[in-house]
């Protein structure tokens, strides 16, 4: 069966306009997420991928914020500069998301019932009883125990874990097409997160729903995913499958992202991290942005942008070791890669 594209980001710009000027956050950036499909955004903090997210939802703060190149094709709109109309009936309705900090997005006044009652009836008129029975049933969807009980609850009650679980259910309650999860899982301890990644995996499963999964974590990518995007200083600089990426990195951004993992045998070990930071995006220097951290960099990568190679079906990297004319450096960097 021919894959369904859902959404579909192509050369996507988004700014800030602020006192110390202008500032490209997300800087060309394309990428699709088919029907059904579980795609990751991984990077270090400051990367962009928030900035990407939001601005597939229209809410990026604006201003300082603005779109200012792409198209973001939904289905076949191109909702880029879709009115506001449109946007409310898509946010919820056909795009959920959920954000780190669940606590933000809970209204600490109202019930969790309250609160997802509201969210079921401002998109379909029926009842108050029998939204608060699909309330109960999305609860039960999300894994919360004693469901019944929990809808009467306030979000403080609750710990971060369930609260994290209210807001997929919160997402789902329209049964949308696509579920944006931005960090869903960074503020829980590990044994919560992998339960709130396994709940993502079954509703992908039992619903189809596409899912975005942004994340610093190329652990969680691993999980969960089938496909990842990595970003770096609001660029896309290598695309592929999870399986793909992490048994062959083909940029030296994502081969170091890889050694940062912590892994089972080495717990002993001083954790590996990539020297220096991710540059401010308003900071940008010529040539490529990871270059001065990068390992394999010779004179051209500070002089010239590299483009994103096509490797193969969906496998780029925008690394001057996969361009044909560095034959050299490139047999260098196989070399030294393989480790
Ligand atoms: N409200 C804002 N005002 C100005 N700049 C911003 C704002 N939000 C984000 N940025 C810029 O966008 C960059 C990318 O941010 P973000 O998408 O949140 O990164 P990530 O989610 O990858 O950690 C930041 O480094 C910052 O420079
Ligand atoms: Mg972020």
């Known amino acids: 069966m021919p894959k369904e594209t859902l959404l579909e980001l192509k050369d996507l710009h988004t700014h800030f306009f602020t006192d110390n000027g202008e500032i490209p956050a997300v800087n060309g950036v394309s990428f699709s997420l088919d029907k059904g499909e579980i795609v990751g955004i991984v990077g270090e903090s400051g990367c962009g991928k928030s900035v990407t997210s939001l601005s597939v939802m229209q809410l990026v703060p604006n201003p300082p914020g603005k779109i200012v190149g792409g198209a973001i094709n939904f289905k076949d709109e191109n909702i880029v500069n879709a009115a506001q109309k449109r946007m409310k009936q898509i946010r919820g309705n056909e795009i959920g998301m959920i954000f780190q900090e669940p606590m933000t997005s809970l209204n600490p006044l109202f019930t969790i019932g309250n609160q997802l009652i509201e969210a079921i ?87 189809d729903t596409a899912i975005l999964l942004i994340t610093h974590d190329l652990g969680v990518v691993a999980e969960l995913c089938e496909r990842v995007i990595v970003m770096y200083a609001g660029e896309v600089v290598e695309e592929g499958s999870v399986r793909e990426i992490l048994k062959d990195p083909q940029h ?4 170091g992202l890889i050694r940062s993992l912590p892994t089972l045998h080495g717990d002993d070990q001083k954790l590996y991290s990539i020297p220096g930071t991710v540059p401010k995006p308003g900071m940008k220097k010529a040539g490529c942005q990871f270059a001065p951290r990068c390992e394999f960099a010779f004179d051209r990568c500070f002089k010239e942008e590299p483009e994103l190679y096509e490797l193969g079906k969906s496998r780029t990297s925008r690394c001057f070791l996969y361009d044909k004319k560095e034959g050299d450096a490139a047999k260098h960097a196989e070399s030294t890669f393989g480790s």
């Open 121 to 207: 009836r401002f998109h379909r008129k029926i009842s108050k009883k029998e939204a608060r029975q699909e309330s109960v049933d999305l609860l039960k969807l999300v894994g919360i125990p004693r469901a019944e009980g929990v809808i009467d609850e306030y979000p403080h009650q609750l710990s971060g874990g369930m609260r994290q679980r209210v807001m997929i259910a919160m997402a789902m309650s329209c049964d949308p097409d696509i579920l944006i999860a931005d960090e869903p899982t960074t503020a829980l301890d590990v044994t919560i997160q992998a339960q709130i990644l396994d709940i993502m995996r079954d509703l992908n499963r039992e619903r």
């Open 252 to 255: 030296p951004y994502t081969k």
